[in-house]
């Protein structure tokens, strides 16, 4: 391909990044349990109160033109500007982001004013046969298939060292031009390996999350409620799996670009490329499944009550800071996924293992490019 044609893909692959990311964000207000809107705690029928249906249209709406607009501005920007490029890429999240709470402060508002209250903070997950029969989330012995992707980037490297100049071009320029360098030696192979190790270990820590997760429930309907938390989670797992060992599988690259089989700016169509296709699996769950399953519940009769009510311990709509609840990860309340318990201190604990691997990791790195 020529290195016009290149730059082409490249680009429109980040714009079509930027687009999808920003449709998921847009998508939020929509893929949320009943009981909450805008990361507020209401009754699942105040969900079509006209007030509450109208703010997640203008929510869809205005986040959708955002994403749009940064997608062809992404377009224009990446190939002589990267780095308002990365900068515009951010504008649909923190958009979503102040609209929530905006949104948030009216739902808030209404709640008041409709007397929408309960003097009881219901933690507890579904128990019995409900606890018993749900879907469960990947075990994690799955994360094990990273290690023969890892020994197999491992066997590609050793392949192909013999064929890797001396020195080996590491980083390219906007133009394509090595600008960076590395002397043939040990540290060539051991570079992919490092990386493929940490991101598996960042990985498998979020499916452990998922693993240990509070597991919520609706007391009108706890087993329906509990299987499609279950179904949820499950997906997600998987998801998760699939991305990490495409995304991990990809790090292969390095030293097919290093042994010259592949050039730079192929290597860089091929990232986007597998970037795509990781945040494809990922859209699929949440619009199928909604938050926690709350579009598989979609279609059972809505209550008026509201006997779970948290709203305190959720600041800003996306973080849960609880001492009394030992969950150490919760569902999100605004967004799909899961988000740490700020007041349990296993959650900080979690955090400096994670800096601790970070500092480790750039650590080695500085170790291998002397």
């Known amino acids: 391909m020529s290195p016009d044609l290149i730059a082409l893909i490249t680009n429109a692959s980040m714009a079509l990044i930027t687009f999808l990311s920003g449709c998921l964000i847009a998508a939020t207000p929509w893929l949320t349990r009943g009981r909450e809107a805008f990361a507020v705690s209401v009754p699942e029928t105040a969900q079509a109160d006209p007030r509450i249906h109208r703010m997640r249209w203008i929510f869809l709406a205005s986040v959708l033109a955002i994403s749009a607009a940064s997608a062809v501005a992404t377009l224009a920007l990446s190939s002589t500007f990267p780095l308002a490029m990365a900068a515009v890429v951010c504008v649909p ?156 599988m990809s790090i292969a690259i390095m030293p097919l670009a290093f042994a010259g089989v592949i050039s730079s700016d192929q290597s860089i169509v091929a990232l986007v490329a597998i970037i795509i296709g990781a945040i494809l699996p990922n859209l699929a769950v949440s619009l199928v499944y909604g938050q926690a399953g709350s579009r598989l519940l979609r279609r059972m009769t809505a209550s008026n009550a509201l006997d779970y009510d948290d709203d305190e311990r959720w600041h800003l709509g996306v973080f849960y800071v609880s001492r009394e609840d030992p969950s150490v990860v919760v569902p999100r309340r605004f967004g799909v996924g899961w988000a740490m318990n700020w007041g349990n201190p296993k959650s900080w604990g979690i955090v400096a293992l994670l800096v601790a691997a970070v500092a480790a990791f750039v650590a080695v790195v500085e170790v291998l490019l002397r």
């Open 93 to 248: 999240v923190a958009t979503g982001f102040a609209l929530m709470l905006v949104f948030r402060a009216r739902v808030q508002a209404i709640k008041r004013a409709e007397g929408w209250e309960t003097h009881a903070a219901r933690l507890s997950a579904v128990v019995g046969i409900a606890e018993a029969n749900a879907p469960r989330p990947l075990p994690l012995t799955w994360d094990l298939l990273y290690v023969p992707v890892i020994l197999a980037t491992l066997a590609l490297s050793l392949a192909l060292y013999p064929a890797m100049p001396d020195p080996v071009p590491v980083h390219f320029n906007t133009a394509g031009i090595a600008d960076d360098y590395m002397a043939k030696g040990w540290q060539i192979i051991a570079m992919p390996l490092a990386i493929q190790a940490f991101m598996a270990l960042c990985l498998t820590m979020s499916h452990w999350q998922i693993l240990r997760s509070r597991r919520p429930a609706s007391p009108e309907h706890p087993v329906a409620s509990a299987i499609a938390y279950g179904a949820f989670a499950r997906a997600q797992s998987t998801a998760l799996l699939v991305t990490g060992l495409v995304i991990t």
